[in-house]
């Protein structure tokens, strides 16, 4: 189900049928971010709201789901994913592979990542996540030794983690 408020975008589950879900959801969430493959726990009903506002190229999402795998091959990468994206923890954990790096993600915490590497995002369990889809040149101009901050936690924290997380 679609809506939109005020230039803030909304997608949900909660209209669809229980065995279309996961997948109106992975095709929902494909049109945001760049193209991945999702899958949910078995036997569970699967449940996904985003909220979304767009900036220019930034995208700002706000993501609430039931338990779930997100993962991100090479056939999925092409030359147009110039991205990267900012993942707060707002609730629920989050576990990321990406580049032989794993990390942890809990409340209170982001970890930036690269849409042009396969990874793998799994939640265990009900979480939300807020995500900043940036484009990769302005990032990269602005951000010194940025490969070096690729999937590794910054807590909510530190300096920077203050200032998002608030």
């Known amino acids: 189900m679609y809506h939109e408020t005020a230039g803030w975008q909304k997608l ?3 209209s669809v049928e229980k065995e279309d879900r996961l997948n109106y959801w992975q095709d929902s969430a494909n049109m945001l971010f760049p193209s991945t493959i999702v ?3 078995e ?3 699967f449940f996904g709201a985003v909220t979304w506002m767009t900036f220019g190229e930034v995208v700002l999402a706000d993501f609430v789901s039931t338990a779930m795998e997100i993962q991100r ?3 999925h990468i092409s030359n147009s994913d110039k991205w990267y994206e900012v993942c707060l923890q707002v609730e629920g954990d989050c576990r990321l592979i990406q580049g032989g790096r794993t990390v942890h993600v809990r409340p209170r915490e982001m ?3 690269d849409s042009q590497q396969p990874y793998r995002m799994t939640f265990a369990g009900p979480y939300r996540q807020i995500a900043l889809k940036l484009p990769r040149r302005l990032l990269q101009d602005r951000v010194p030794c ?3 901050l690729i999937v590794q936690p ?3 924290q530190s300096l920077p983690g203050r200032f998002l997380f608030d």
């Open 12 to 14: 949900s589950t909660t």
């Open 39 to 41: 899958t949910g726990n």
């Open 43 to 45: 036997g569970e009903e």
């Open 73 to 75: 091959n090479d056939e």
């Open 111 to 113: 970890v930036l990542y």
């Open 146 to 148: 940025l490969e070096t």
């Open 154 to 156: 910054i807590s909510g």
